[in-house]
């Protein structure tokens, strides 16, 4: 045996042989920090108690994830940024002048309904800050719809003013009214809605930095936006008179925050591309089957909660074929 095959060590492990340096906490808070520029600009447009409700979320999301782990003896890992992203995701769902109560209950219940009562981090099937969302959407319809027009910081302006969303004008008046909303508003954030969802260059921004940093995967974005525009072309096409363009429904509403932020958890999502693809056109469909023919005048929190059901059907059939294996 030669010196250089003695030297020569053979190391055998357990799996994982595949690792990553990215993990669990610096993939949380690189996607906080994604959600920072249109989280800044909720605050931008409706104030300092837009920061309130962010704080108060992402509080009582930590605080209820630690008395849960306590509670089920786990090991306390409240810091490892899941909480805080489950916390500000439900605050950039809610309405503007949502009260602390309502926030405080909808952040606990999307981390222990939403994740704790599954096993905590990994075992949810659902994505936690939608639970919490739709929870209160069901149970408190008034206070989840009561929305503001933006008043930008340093406006002047005083005293906060109701204000209907582009998507509620045009379930309730219909499309010649909303059309007239400015698509431009709605662009940079200058529309009623929830805290997070109303500016989208900010959600782009984020959402191209998660690509960037190969934390999300373009399939279920695109096929998700793809989706929606296709679905809401067909039906202006038919009827214009009826319908708003697909560039209106691209930029209204919460479809960015769903489609880069909430649809693309990893955990509630299937695994094989094939099966984003299924998931995100599955999105796309349910969420303009809802706005357009549903009571409600946005689809995107039950849309996706919907494919995460689905989500263990797809894997099922969207699975690789086994190497070797002859069909």
């Not at 605080?63 to 916390?87: C, F, K, V, W, Y």
């Not at 910081?153 to 009214?177: N, R």
């Not at 007239?180 to 709605?186: I, R, T, V, Y």
Request: hydrophobic residues 50%; neutral net charge.
């Amino acid at each position: 045996m030669s010196e250089e095959t003695k030297n020569l060590e053979l190391f055998v492990s357990t799996s994982p042989h595949i690792r990553s340096e990215d993990s669990i906490p610096t993939i949380m808070y690189s996607v906080l920090l994604a959600l920072a520029p249109a989280a800044i600009m909720g605050v931008y447009f409706f104030g300092l108690s837009a920061l309130t409700i962010y704080i108060v979320a992402m509080l009582t999301a930590i605080a209820a994830e630690a008395a849960m782990q306590r509670m089920m003896g786990q090991p306390l890992n409240i810091m490892d940024g899941s909480a805080l992203l489950t916390g500000l995701l439900l605050a950039m769902n809610l309405p503007p002048g949502s009260p602390w109560w309502l926030v405080v209950v909808g952040s606990a219940v999307s981390i222990i309904l939403g994740k704790q009562i599954f096993g905590g981090l990994g075992g949810n099937p659902f994505n936690p800050a939608l639970v919490g969302r739709v929870v209160l959407l069901i149970s408190w319809p008034v206070q989840m719809t009561a929305w503001l027009k933006p008043t930008p910081l340093f406006s002047g302006a005083v005293d906060a003013v109701s204000s209907a969303t582009p998507l509620g004008i045009l379930k309730l008046e219909g499309a010649a009214k909303a059309a007239q909303f400015s698509l431009g508003n709605s662009f940079w954030g200058f529309t009623g809605g929830c805290l997070g969802e109303t500016s989208v260059i900010a959600l782009l921004l984020g959402g191209a930095y998660l690509l960037y940093k190969r934390y999300i995967t373009w399939h279920i974005p695109l096929s998700y936006l793809a989706t929606v525009a296709i679905f809401s072309w067909v039906f202006w096409m038919i009827n214009p008179q009826a319908n708003v363009s697909p560039a209106f429904h691209l930029v209204n509403g919460g479809l960015m925050l769903g489609a880069f932020f909430m649809a693309t958890d990893y955990v509630t999502t299937p695994v094989t591309k094939k099966g984003q693809l299924v998931f995100g056109i599955g999105c796309g469909i349910l969420t303009m089957v809802i706005r357009l023919f549903g009571v409600y005048p946005e689809g995107v929190s039950f849309a996706i909660l919907l494919m995460n059901a689905a989500t263990p059907l797809i894997d099922r059939y969207m699975k690789p074929v086994t190497f070797g294996k002859v069909n």
